[in-house]
T-cell receptor
Framework: GENVEQHPSTLSVQEGDSAVIKCTYSDSASNYFPWYKQELGKGPQLIIDIRSNVGEKKDQRIAVTLNKTAKHFSLHITETQPEDSAVYFCAASAVEGGGADGLTFGKGTHLIIQP | DTAVSQTPKYLVTQMGNDKSIKCEQNLGHDTMYWYKQDSKKFLKIMFSYNNKELIINETVPNRFSPKSPDKAHLNLHINSLELGDSAVYFC?????????FGSGTRLTVV
């Protein structure tokens, strides 16, 4: 089955700086890669996703890049703000949207924005 | 509001008890899920269910069982609760797209 590794487990950056979270996956059939943000006391929320026919996708301060050959994808947050503090999860699936049970999550990165 | 809602938000109970967590979605999604999040924040799929198929993660003890009265509801029943069942349980739903998660139920077994 799919295995998703996520690094780092904790990331502390100064407000205004950029943050990068990296994930690798094992199944070459995976073609859908969402990122979720989980704030304290809440459920994970989708913030951006990318499909394997695209190398990069951007949404305001958030961007995701995908390297299919190397089987890794990354989340980039620029001009970080205090409200970016949360746990971020990457995931991978061979079915768009994740299918019935085919979405494999990374173990999460606790992002801390220092004022 | 359109959402995935689960109740209760907090549940404290004694070992050996049987309890249920309810989940409802009004998004018109056809697939619902239960996830367990442990103290290290790791998200583990327990079940996925649509009106045709129940897929069970084989590592889930048979003390856990999903019950779906209709497409908008997927409740989680847990029998003979154990200390190790303490965690946050998330319900989610989807329809050929990304999953929408509920806000979680924190279960504490004492």
């Amino acid at each position: 089955g799919e295995n998703v590794e996520q690094h780092p487990s904790t990331l502390s950056v100064q407000e205004g700086d950029s943050a990068v979270i990296k994930c690798t996956y094992s199944d070459s059939a995976s073609n859908y890669f969402p990122w979720y943000k989980q704030e304290l006391g809440k459920g994970p929320q989708l913030i951006i996703d990318i499909r394997s026919n695209v190398g990069e996708k951007k949404d305001q301060r958030i961007a995701v890049t995908l390297n299919k050959t190397a089987k890794h994808f990354s989340l980039h947050i620029t001009e970080t703000q205090p409200e970016d503090s949360a746990v971020y999860f990457c995931a991978a699936s061979a079915v768009e949207g994740g299918g019935a049970d085919g979405l494999t999550f990374g173990k999460g990165t606790h992002l801390i924005i220092q004022p | 509001d359109t959402a995935v809602s689960q109740t209760p938000k907090y549940l404290v109970t004694q070992m050996g008890n049987d309890k249920s967590i309810k989940c409802e979605q009004n998004l018109g999604h056809d697939t619902m899920y239960w996830y367990k999040q442990d103290s290290k924040k790791f998200l583990k799929i327990m079940f996925s269910y649509n009106n045709k198929e129940l897929i069970i993660n084989e590592t889930v003890p048979n003390r856990f069982s999903p019950k779906s009265p209709d497409k908008a509801h997927l409740n989680l029943h847990i029998n003979s609760l154990e200390l190790g069942d303490s965690a946050v349980y998330f319900c989610a739903s989807s329809h050929k797209g990304p999953r929408t998660f509920g806000s979680g139920t924190r279960l504490t077994v004492v």
